[in-house]
């Protein structure tokens, strides 16, 4: 599930949308403030959650090294459906070939999750259809792309030169 921490209407109604985080007086007599702490390699980031014209802002543990989603500009239906994400690496074919391959792989997260995918995971986009993999799945695949890709150049190698057509050849 999510740590989401409401800044607004969900958690007390009597609080303005986005209200500043209060804070108390410890024993020291120094101000603490009320906000949770988050774990090492993580930041809080804002997040917005509801439906249309009804949409409160949260914050929600974000993974600092990698996630490169707006979780504002990208609001979801509930806290559950925060998807954190990582730069995707991309393998562009012709756009007139079937696509079999991966065509994108990036970091993962959906900590509303029930699988894998509850835990930061490798996302394998094939076609728009996409399988998430643990480190072990992950490096299985790893290592299966890379036996592939010696293939395909196991392959290439044999081929003859390529020839220049008539609009090829510098003039």
Same mark, same amino acid.
């Given at each position: 599930?999510?740590?989401?921490? &409401?800044?607004?209407?969900?958690?007390? &109604?009597?609080? *303005?949308? +986005?209200?500043?985080? &209060?804070?108390?007086?410890?024993?020291?007599?120094?101000? #603490?403030?009320?906000? $949770?702490?988050?774990? !090492?390699?993580?930041? %809080?980031?804002?997040?917005?959650?509801?439906?249309?014209?009804?949409?409160?802002?949260? *914050?929600?543990?974000? !993974?600092?090294?990698?996630?490169?989603?707006? /979780?504002?500009?990208?609001?979801?239906?509930?806290?559950?459906?925060?998807? *954190?994400?990582?730069? $995707?690496?991309?393998?562009?074919?012709?756009? +007139?070939?079937?696509?079999?391959?991966?065509? #994108?792989?990036?970091?993962?997260?959906? !900590?509303?999750? /029930? +699988?894998?995918?509850?835990? !930061?995971? %490798?996302?394998?986009?094939?076609? =728009?259809?996409?399988?998430?993999?643990?480190?072990?799945?992950? @490096?299985?695949?790893? +290592?299966?792309?890379?036996?592939?890709?010696?293939?395909? =150049?196991?392959?290439?190698?044999? %081929?003859?030169?390529?020839? @220049?057509? &008539?609009?090829?050849?510098?003039?």
């Amino acid at each position: 599930m999510a740590t989401a921490y &409401p800044t607004g209407a969900l958690a007390r &109604p009597d609080l *303005h949308l +986005d209200a500043p985080v &209060p804070y108390s007086v410890t024993d020291a007599g120094a101000r #603490a403030l009320a906000a $949770p702490r988050v774990k !090492p390699g993580y930041r %809080l980031v804002p997040a917005r959650v509801g439906r249309p014209g009804e949409q409160v802002t949260v *914050h929600v543990e974000c !993974p600092t090294d990698w996630c490169i989603a707006d /979780h504002v500009a990208e609001p979801v239906g509930a806290a559950e459906d925060i998807n *954190h994400q990582g730069t $995707p690496a991309v393998l562009n074919l012709a756009s +007139d070939q079937t696509v079999s391959v991966p065509t #994108a792989v990036y970091l993962s997260w959906w !900590p509303g999750s /029930h +699988d894998v995918a509850a835990q !930061p995971c %490798l996302a394998v986009d094939v076609d =728009r259809e996409v399988a998430v993999y643990g480190r072990t799945g992950a @490096l299985a695949i790893a +290592d299966q792309i890379a036996a592939f890709a010696a293939d395909v =150049r196991r392959l290439a190698e044999t %081929l003859p030169g390529d020839e @220049l057509g &008539p609009s090829e050849v510098a003039s």
